[in-house]
Nanobody, 125 residues
Framework: QVQLVESGGGSVQAGGSLGLSCAASGYTSKTYCMAWFRQVLGKEREGVAMIDSDGATAYADSVKGRFTVSQDNAKNTMYLQMSSLKPEDTAMYYC???????????????????WGQGTQVTVSS
């Protein structure tokens, strides 16, 4: 069973930086996608960034140039480095994973079978 555990959320002022981590366990597929989503209460969950096992990445337009997704295969961990944060980045951030998946044409995948419990990011103005 795949388990995903996020960490690193918190509060920061606008313009600041914050890093998130997602530790994965129970993975058997060597080909996979992992992604970050975020959700504000009462709104739809939106994709933020994704990375596949080959290191290909995709980003939402709203975070391009500000957020960077990366992974450490040895640690089975995905990261999201967020900079130039804005109040509208405030949300619960979720990690997601899907086996036998790849980034296609720089497009964010929406469907994942495995999800973490979420970590809150709050950006104050």
């Amino acid at each position: 069973q795949v388990q995903l555990v996020e960490s690193g959320g918190g509060s920061v002022q606008a313009g600041g930086s914050l890093g998130l981590s997602c530790a994965a366990s129970g993975y058997t597929s060597k080909t996979y996608c992992m992604a970050w989503f975020r959700q504000v209460l009462g709104k739809e969950r939106e994709g933020v960034a994704m990375i596949d096992s080959d290191g290909a990445t995709a980003y939402a337009d709203s975070v391009k140039g500000r957020f960077t997704v990366s992974q450490d295969n040895a640690k089975n961990t995905m990261y999201l480095q967020m900079s130039s944060l804005k109040p509208e980045d405030t949300a619960m951030y979720y990690c997601a994973a899907e086996p036998w998946c790849a980034v296609v044409a720089g497009t964010l995948r929406r469907d994942y079978n495995y999800w973490g419990q979420g970590t809150q990011v709050t950006v104050s103005s």
